[in-house]
């Protein structure tokens, strides 16, 4: 198995999705994986260091495994069936037994990022991709190129900016004053940013 690591985010046109590009520790392989608008924004608010006010659903699973003295050793893409990719969640009990779980790619990434543990890709899916027939994204799909020191910035700002209005307006209707306030600071400095593009 090889370790990988999350290079950029970029929108891809031809799904309507986004592109979440793993490259190899030594840079010498990449493998984009699609995934939805609501994973690519789950992978994107966590790269953004913004907390919600309540867990989200990778949040949840990651308390979850601390409540119960548990931890995430690491994710791995492990195989590519009809084009689709699979992905296994390995954890670690309190016991030392090791448990893994199934998984989709996007989820896995989404709690590998949240645990700080490490992307594995299987050699199988390697040797795979280097078929022509599962390298069907080139660089001309993919619209936003995001840099590795703000690897969020640009995934669609716009995406995060109405990510963070919808959690400013539940932190108004709840009266949690102080997140609505940090909410809304972020979210001004963000269309800031935007508007001097």
Same mark, same amino acid.
């Given at each position: 198995m090889n370790k990988f690591l999350v290079k950029r985010i970029s929108?891809?046109?031809?799904?309507?999705?986004?592109?979440?590009?793993l490259e190899s520790e030594d840079g010498s392989?990449?493998?984009?994986?699609?995934?939805?608008?609501?994973?690519?924004?789950?992978?994107?608010?966590?790269?953004?260091n913004v907390t919600m006010p309540?867990?989200?659903t990778h949040d949840l699973f990651? %308390?979850?495994? *601390?409540?119960?003295? &548990? +931890?995430?050793?690491?994710?791995?893409? =492990?195989?590519?069936?009809?084009?689709?990719?699979?992905?296994?969640?390995?954890?670690e009990l309190p016991n030392g037994e090791k448990v893994i779980v199934d998984s989709r790619p996007s989820d896995a990434i989404s709690i590998a990022l949240r645990s700080m543990s490490p992307i594995f890709i299987t050699d199988s899916v390697i040797n795979t991709i280097n078929d022509k027939n599962y390298n069907e994204i080139n660089?001309?799909?993919?619209?936003? %190129?995001?840099? *590795?020191?703000?690897? &969020? +910035?640009?995934?669609?700002?716009?995406? =995060?900016?109405?990510s963070l209005n919808d959690a400013l307006d539940k932190a108004v209707i709840k009266e949690e004053y102080e997140v609505a306030a940090r909410l809304r600071d972020r979210i001004k400095q963000l269309e800031e940013n935007l508007n001097t593009k």
């Open positions: 929108y891809y046109a031809p799904s309507k999705g986004y592109a979440v590009l392989r990449s493998l984009p994986i699609i995934v939805g608008s609501s994973e690519a924004q789950s992978i994107a608010l966590y790269l953004e309540r867990p989200m990651i %308390n979850f495994l *601390d409540s119960m003295d &548990s +931890k995430v050793n690491r994710s791995s893409i =492990v195989r590519i069936q009809n084009g689709t990719y699979f992905a296994e969640v390995e954890i660089d001309d799909d993919l619209e936003v %190129n995001i840099p *590795d020191k703000n690897i &969020s +910035k640009g995934i669609s700002q716009e995406m =995060v900016i109405e």
